[in-house]
C-alpha cells in the first residue's frame, strides 16, 4: 500500500470535507430554523467566486478581494432574504423547491449577464502556489490554506453557536422555533442574519475552491446537492451534525473514488471491478444518506431537544 | 361535487383541446410546419411524464425530486437493445414496464418509509444513484449518450417510424394515460392516495395501510413516466445521463404546479407553458434586444418566482376563477 | 364474570423525563360505555393513541378481543374493530359528507387494491354510507363539502366515519370538544343511542356528558388509573374528588 498517496488523498477527502461544510452548514441552519429549503444555496457558492474573481482581475489581492467579497456576499444574502426567501417560509416544501430552483436560473443568468458564459479563472498570488514538505509528504501550499481556512471558520461558527447571545437564538431556534417567538426575540432580525451569514459562507466556499476550478455558471449546482446530503445526514438544523457530516462524506467520496476499484477487485474480476467502481463511488454517498434516512431518519446528530 | 374533476364547462373545454391536438399533424401539414409537429411531440411526451408525477404529487401529496430518474430509464430501455441492434418495439416497451417498475418498488419501499423534505430528498438520492450509473457506464456512452438510429418495431401492429405516426403513438398513449390516472383517482384505490395526501393518520385509522397502497401507486406513476422515457428515447433519437439530472426532475415539478398540481389536466397545460416558454422565450428576448438571446433564463426564472409567491393553483386555478368570475357576471 | 374487550396491563409511556402513562391497568367489558377522565395533561390521549397504535408504548400489553395487539400497526387494529375518532377534527374538508363516511365504510370492507370502477358509484358503499349519515343525522347534506360543515356537524361527521367501520370498540376522544350548549346535548342524543351498536371509551371534559352517558368511569391522574367505579361510587368517591373534580367544582 502507498501510504504517501494514502495520506494525500485523505488531504483531498478533508479538503472536500471542509468546503462541504461551509456550504451545509448555512444550509441546515436556515433548514432547521425557518424550515425553508432553498436549492438557490449553491448559487451563492457561485457568486461568491465571481466577486472574488473580479476584485482579483481589478488588481486587489486575494485576501483583500476574499474580505471585500465577504461582506458583499452578506449583503446578497440579506438582500435575497428581505426580498424573496421571508416570503416563502410560511409555503409549504414544494413551494420553496419551486421559487428556489427559479432562483437558481436568475442567478445564473445573471452571472452570464455580467460576466459573460465563459469561466473565469482566479490566479494565485505566488505565495500560496508553491508546496510545502511535510515529512515524506509533499502538499500544495494551497490546499493546507483551504483547510486551515475552513477548518477556522467552524472554529468561530462552533464558538458562535456554543457561547454567543445569538448563537443561543440559534439553537433554541433549530430545536424549537416557537419557543423562540415566545421568548420575544426579532423573530426576522434572527431569520436575516442567519440567512444572510448561511449566504457568506456559501460564497466563501466558492471563493476558496475557484482559484483551483475557475469560477463558472452553475458551478454551485451539483455540490449543493451533496451538501444537501450531508444536512440530512448530520441532522437538519444540526451544524456540529454538519460538520461531521461533511468530513464523512468527504472522505467517502474520495477515498471511495480512489480506492474502491481496488476493493471490488476482491470480490470480482477486474474487468467487472474496473467498471462498476467508478459508479458505485459516485453513488457511495446517496446510499449512505438513503441508509441514514431508512434507519435513522433525524440524522446522526440531531440538535438537541429534537426526537423523531 | 368533487373539486378535482373539471366542471362541465371546462371539461368541454379540455375535450376540444383533446380534439385539436388528434387533428394537430394534419393543421401543421397543411400550414406546412412540420417543425410545430416536433415542438408538440416533445410537449407531450414531457405532458406524459409529468401527468405519472402529478399522480403521486399532485393526488397523492408526495412530492418527488427524482422523477425525471424514470424517463431516463425509459429511454435506456429503447437505447442498450438498439445499441446491440435490437429493435424490437414488444421488447423495448416490456423492458421499460419490468425495470422502471423494479426501479419503483425499490425506491419507493425506501422512500415512503419517510415523509415531507425527507421524501424529497431521499427521491432525490434515487434519481442520482441512477444518473450516476449511466454517466458511468462507459459501453454506453457515459456522459457523452447514445445515438439510437432506428425506432422501436412492432411487427405486424402499428409503426413508429415517420413523425406523424410517432405522433400518434404519443397522443395514443397520453389519452391512455390520462384516462388510467382519470379513473384511477375516482376508484376505491384512488380515494385511498387522496385521502392519503391530506390525512394520513386519520386514513389508516380507518383501516387502510397507506404505506403500501402509497408503494403501488408510486409504481404505477414510475411505470408510466417509464413509457414516457421510451418514448422520448424513440422521439429524439439520443439519450444521455442529463436527461435525467436533478434539473429535469425539478422542470417536472414546474410543469405540474403551472399548470395545477392535483387536476387532471394540469400537467398538460403546464407543460404546453413550459415548452412554449422554452422555445419562444429566447427568441422573444432576441426580438428585444439580438445580444439577449441566451439571457432567456432571467425571465423565465422570474416567472417561477413570481408563480410561487401569486399564481396558486396555477393555470387551471387561475382559467377557473376566471370561469366562476364571468359566471357570476353573467346571466 | 364476562371477558373485558379490552385489556390493558402494565401500559407505560414516556416522553423524554415526562411520564405520560404510568402502569396503566384497565379492562374495558363489552357492551357499555366507559369513559376515562382526569385533569388536562392526565394523558387521556396519549392513552387514546397507544390503544389505536398511533403510539408505541414503552412497556405493557394491549389486548383486543383475546388478541395481543400490543406490536400491530394502527391498519391492522382498525381491521379488528377498533375505531376512534380524534380530539382535533380530522374529517378530509375537500370531500364531501358522504365521500368521508364511504371513505370509512371502504376501510374495513377488505382491500381497496380496486383500480376502475368509480368508488362514488359503488351501491352497497353508497347506501351503507348514507345509512350512517342518517344515523349522526347529517342525511340531507350528503353531497356537501366537509368544509362548509359547521365545528359541532364535523364532529358528529367524525364520530360517523368511526361508526362506518362497524367497530367492537369505538374510542371517542373529548367528541364534544369546542362545542355549543346545544351541539353538546345534540351529541350526548346521537352517543346514547350508540350504546346498543357497539362498544365505547370515553374520554370526555364534559361532566355532565359524561355522567349522563357513561356506565363505568375511570380517573386518571398523572398517567396513572387512580380509580375504577361505576359512576354512582365514582362521584362519591372522595379521593376521586379531591384528585379531580375539586378542582373544578371548588
Not at chain 2, 429511454?75 to 426501479?103: E, K, M, Q, R
Request: with cysteine; proline share 3%.
Amino acid at each position: 500500500m502507498d501510504w504517501g498517496l494514502l495520506l494525500t488523498q485523505l488531504m483531498n477527502g478533508l479538503q472536500l470535507g471542509l468546503l462541504l461544510f461551509l456550504l451545509a452548514s448555512g444550509l441546515t441552519l436556515v433548514f432547521g430554523i425557518m424550515d425553508f429549503i432553498n436549492l438557490s444555496h449553491g448559487s451563492f457558492y457561485m457568486i461568491g467566486a465571481y466577486f472574488c474573481g473580479s476584485i482579483v482581475a481589478r488588481g486587489g489581492s486575494f485576501l483583500a478581494a476574499v474580505l471585500i467579497a465577504l461582506i458583499g456576499m452578506f449583503v446578497v444574502g440579506a438582500v435575497i432574504e428581505r426580498v424573496i426567501a421571508r416570503r416563502l417560509y410560511r409555503a409549504d416544501h414544494l413551494d420553496h423547491v419551486l421559487a428556489t430552483f427559479g432562483l437558481i436560473l436568475i442567478f445564473d443568468a445573471i452571472v452570464h449577464i455580467v460576466w459573460g458564459p465563459s469561466g473565469m479563472a482566479i490566479p494565485l498570488p505566488s505565495v500560496l502556489d508553491g508546496q510545502v514538505t511535510l515529512g515524506s509528504l509533499v502538499l500544495p501550499t494551497y490546499r493546507l490554506v483551504i483547510i486551515s481556512g475552513g477548518l477556522l471558520v467552524a472554529a468561530i461558527l462552533s464558538m458562535l453557536v456554543t457561547r454567543s447571545r445569538l448563537g443561543m437564538m440559534i439553537r433554541a431556534g433549530a430545536s424549537n422555533r416557537t419557543m423562540v417567538e415566545a421568548l420575544g426575540v426579532n423573530i426576522h432580525k434572527l431569520f436575516l442574519v442567519v440567512f444572510a451569514i448561511g449566504a457568506t459562507m456559501s460564497g466563501f466556499a466558492g471563493m476558496l475552491i475557484a482559484p483551483i476550478t475557475e469560477a463558472s455558471i452553475g458551478m454551485g449546482n451539483d455540490i449543493i446537492i451533496i451538501a444537501f446530503v450531508v444536512v440530512i445526514v448530520g441532522g437538519i438544523g444540526s451544524v456540529k451534525g454538519a460538520f461531521y457530516a461533511s468530513i464523512l462524506i468527504g472522505l467517502i467520496d474520495t477515498l471511495g473514488r480512489s480506492y474502491l476499484d481496488d476493493l471490488l477487485e476482491i470480490f470480482m474480476s477486474l474487468d467487472y471491478a474496473e467498471t462498476a467502481a467508478p459508479a458505485l463511488s459516485a453513488m457511495l454517498v446517496y446510499i449512505l444518506m438513503a441508509v441514514v434516512l431508512a434507519f435513522r431518519p433525524q440524522g446522526l446528530f440531531p440538535p438537541a431537544g429534537i426526537r423523531a | 361535487m368533487m373539486a378535482w374533476l373539471p366542471s362541465s364547462n371546462s371539461g368541454r373545454c379540455y375535450c376540444l383541446l383533446l380534439v385539436l391536438l388528434a387533428v394537430a399533424p394534419w393543421i401543421f401539414q397543411w400550414a406546412d410546419q412540420p417543425f410545430l409537429l416536433d415542438l408538440l411531440s416533445r410537449g407531450l411526451i414531457l405532458a406524459i411524464a409529468a401527468t405519472s408525477l402529478n399522480l403521486i404529487m399532485g393526488f397523492g401529496g408526495m412530492v418527488s425530486l427524482g422523477h425525471a430518474a424514470f424517463i431516463g430509464i425509459g429511454a435506456y430501455c429503447v437505447g442498450i437493445p438498439a445499441y446491440y441492434d435490437f429493435y424490437n418495439g414488444w421488447f423495448h416497451l416490456g423492458l421499460t414496464i419490468v425495470v422502471s417498475a423494479s426501479f419503483a418498488l425499490l425506491a419507493g419501499a425506501v422512500s415512503l418509509r419517510t415523509k415531507g423534505v425527507y421524501f424529497i430528498m431521499i427521491t432525490l438520492a434515487f434519481s442520482q444513484m441512477i444518473y450516476f450509473t449511466f454517466v458511468s457506464l462507459e459501453e454506453y456512452g457515459g456522459d457523452d449518450g447514445l445515438v439510437i438510429y432506428l425506432r422501436s418495431e412492432f411487427p405486424d401492429f402499428l409503426t413508429m417510424q415517420g413523425p406523424v405516426a410517432l405522433y400518434y403513438w404519443i397522443f395514443a398513449t397520453l389519452l391512455l394515460t390520462l384516462f388510467l390516472v382519470h379513473r384511477l383517482i375516482h376508484a376505491h384505490f384512488g380515494r385511498v392516495i387522496v385521502g392519503a395526501k391530506h390525512n394520513e393518520q386519520r386514513l389508516q385509522s380507518l383501516g387502510f395501510d397507506t404505506y403500501r397502497y402509497r408503494l403501488v401507486c408510486y409504481v404505477i406513476s414510475g411505470v408510466i413516466c417509464g413509457l414516457a422515457g421510451m418514448l422520448l428515447g424513440n422521439f429524439t433519437g439520443f439519450i444521455s445521463p442529463e436527461m435525467m439530472s436533478w434539473i429535469r426532475s425539478g422542470e417536472l415539478i414546474f410543469m405540474v404546479v403551472m399548470g395545477g398540481s392535483g387536476f387532471l389536466f394540469g400537467p398538460l397545460l403546464g407543460t404546453g407553458a413550459f415548452v412554449f416558454l422554452e422555445q419562444y422565450l429566447p427568441e422573444f428576448m432576441k426580438f428585444l434586444n439580438p445580444s439577449w438571446l441566451e439571457y432567456w433564463h432571467l425571465p423565465f426564472g422570474l416567472l417561477l418566482v413570481l408563480l410561487v409567491l401569486f399564481g396558486k393553483g396555477g393555470i387551471h386555478g387561475m382559467l377557473s376563477k376566471l370561469d366562476s368570475r364571468t359566471r357570476q357576471s353573467g346571466p | 364474570m364476562t371477558r373485558p374487550l379490552l385489556r390493558i396491563h402494565g401500559l407505560c409511556k414516556s416522553f423524554g423525563g415526562i411520564v405520560a402513562t404510568d402502569h396503566v391497568d384497565l379492562d374495558i367489558l363489552p357492551g357499555i360505555i366507559h369513559a376515562v377522565i382526569g385533569p388536562n395533561g392526565a394523558g387521556k390521549t396519549t392513552l387514546i393513541a397507544q390503544i389505536s397504535g398511533a403510539l408505541k408504548p414503552d412497556a405493557g400489553q394491549i389486548e383486543f378481543n383475546g388478541r395481543d395487539i400490543t406490536s400491530l400497526s394502527t391498519p391492522r387494529r382498525a381491521q379488528l374493530g377498533l375505531a376512534r375518532s380524534f380530539q382535533v377534527t380530522s374529517v378530509f374538508l375537500p370531500m364531501t359528507i358522504l365521500e368521508n363516511v364511504m371513505l370509512a365504510v371502504q376501510g374495513t370492507a377488505g382491500h381497496s387494491y380496486r383500480f376502475w370502477r368509480p368508488a362514488h358509484k359503488d351501491p352497497e358503499m353508497l347506501d351503507e354510507g348514507m345509512a350512517y349519515l342518517q344515523q349522526a343525522g347529517l342525511a340531507d347534506r350528503a353531497r356537501h363539502l366537509a368544509a362548509e360543515m359547521s365545528h359541532g356537524e364535523q364532529r358528529q361527521l367524525e364520530v360517523a366515519m368511526a361508526l362506518a367501520m362497524k367497530p367492537r370498540l369505538l374510542l371517542l376522544d373529548e367528541p364534544m370538544a369546542g362545542m355549543g350548549l346545544e351541539e353538546s346535548a345534540r351529541m350526548i342524543r346521537f352517543l346514547a343511542r350508540l350504546r346498543e351498536q357497539t362498544t365505547i371509551l370515553l374520554i370526555e371534559h364534559d361532566m355532565d356528558a359524561v355522567f349522563t352517558l357513561a356506565d363505568t368511569l375511570s380517573v386518571l391522574v398523572h398517567g396513572s388509573v387512580i380509580a375504577t367505579d361505576t359512576v354512582q361510587n365514582i362521584r362519591a368517591n372522595r379521593e376521586v374528588q379531591h384528585a379531580y373534580l375539586g378542582e373544578e367544582h371548588a
